[in-house]
Structure formats: C-alpha cells, structure tokens
C-alpha cells in the first residue's frame, strides 16, 4: 500500500463513514426498542392492544413521506445541517418519555412517535448522500484487498 491511501482526507472520510454507521444504528435501534418494550410501555401508561398498535404505526405515518423530502432537500442543504438537525428533533421528540416530566398518555406518546418517524424517515437518504460526498466515485464499492 502507498502512503497516499493513508492520507489525511482519507482517514477523515473513514472516520465519517464510521459516525455515520452510528448515526444509523442508532436511528434502527429506536424502531427496534419501541417493540421490545411493548409489555412495559402499555402496562405503565395503560395502553390497550389498538392503542398501542396505532402507536406503533404512527411512527411510520410520515416516514416515507420525510425520506423522499430529506432526500431532495439534501440536494439543496448541507448534509451535516440536516443530519445535525435531525438528530435534534430526535431527541426533542423522546423528551415527553422522560418519566421526571409526566408529560406522557396515550395522545402525547403517539404526537412524540409520529414527529420521530418524521425525524427518522431522512436519515437513510442523508446519511448516504453524506458518505457519496467523502468518497471518490471509484472508492463508492466495497472494500477490497486492492485498496
């Protein structure tokens, strides 16, 4: 391997990529936490089996909608903006959850999901055109042992 392949900016693309995989961890961990922890949630606000359900989809309500805006938009924003931003409202629309507020019920936890699925539905697109945006379009396959 040449000195060139770990040049600064290469590395920084790399460390990009990595926090970017992180990003989307954490943005699939959520989809993921919500039904593991079914049981409790409706337990300790009540829920019954339709609500929870209704929930549940809410999420998704305008999550397709979000991923084709944040796709386009990202042609027009800078992607650490919008990835900065969403991150934001992620954790604005978790805030009603936090049990020292009491702010939760039945309306309140689906509002919250329905403005993270929102929040979410870009990530993918942004998160991708970000990661494009660090890579040559010949380093864009997958790692090989030529690199």
């Known amino acids: 391997m040449t000195n060139s392949s770990f ?6 693309a790399w460390l990009i990529a990595g926090l970017l995989l992180v ?10 936490v919500l039904g593991l922890a079914a049981g409790s949630i409706m337990e300790h606000i ?15 309500l ?15 924003v800078p992607s650490k903006w919008l990835l900065v931003g969403m991150a934001v409202v992620w954790s604005i629309a ?6 020292p507020l009491g702010a939760y019920g039945f ?24 990661a494009h945006k660090w890579f040559p379009d010949r380093e864009r396959e997958t790692w090989s042992a030529a690199s």
């Open 7 to 12: 040049s600064p900016d290469r590395r920084r």
């Open 62 to 76: 305008l999550f397709s909608v979000a991923a084709i805006v944040g796709g386009v938009v990202s042609d027009r």
């Open 107 to 130: 309306w309140v936890v689906l509002g919250s999901r329905v403005l993270l699925g929102a929040a979410e539905g870009p990530a993918y697109p942004v998160a991708n055109h970000a």
């Open 23 to 32: 990003f989307m961890v954490i943005n699939f961990a959520d989809k993921a």
């Open 46 to 60: 009540g829920l019954t089996s339709s609500q929870y359900g209704l929930i549940a989809s809410g999420f998704f």
């Open 94 to 99: 978790q805030l009603p959850m936090l049990a």
